[in-house]
Nanobody
Framework: QVQVVESGGGPVQAGGSLRLSCKVS????????MAWFRQAAGNEREAVAL????????WYADSVQGRFTISQDNAKNTLFLQMNNLKPEDTAMYYC??????????????????WGQGTQVTVSS
């Protein structure tokens, strides 16, 4: 099981951008998918973006499609989430997750075996 650590969150005004990073302890062939989830206060944890490690296919929630981009740098063992045109409703704790298993949609947190502590994103209007 790999360890993941998120960074890059913070306060931002609506319309602004942030890039979240997720450092993975080691990229191994055992990682099949990596994803970003978010959880707003009082809400369930929801999937935001997913990347299939090889060959890099991606999926996005409708709410972020066209604004967020998930990517990975295998040489640096790092996953990214570029977030543009942020909205107040994007305010949440953002989590990085990894799994060696196949997943299906709708994505569920239970599918993922490795989680970080999260990084807070707060978007003000």
């Amino acid at each position: 099981q790999v360890q993941v650590v998120e960074s890059g969150g913070g306060p931002v005004q609506a319309g602004g951008s942030l890039r979240l990073s997720c450092k993975v302890s080691r990229y191994t062939s055992s990682i099949r998918y990596m994803a970003w989830f978010r959880q707003a206060a009082g809400n369930e944890r929801e999937a935001v973006a997913l990347i299939y490690s090889r060959p890099g296919h991606t999926w996005y929630a409708d709410s972020v499609q066209g604004r967020f981009t998930i990517s990975q740098d295998n040489a640096k063992n790092t996953l990214f989430l570029q977030m543009n045109n942020l909205k107040p409703e994007d305010t949440a704790m953002y989590y990085c997750a990894a799994t060696p298993d196949w997943v299906t949609h709708p994505l569920k947190p239970d599918y993922f075996t490795s989680w970080g502590q999260g990084t807070q994103v707060t978007v003000s209007s």
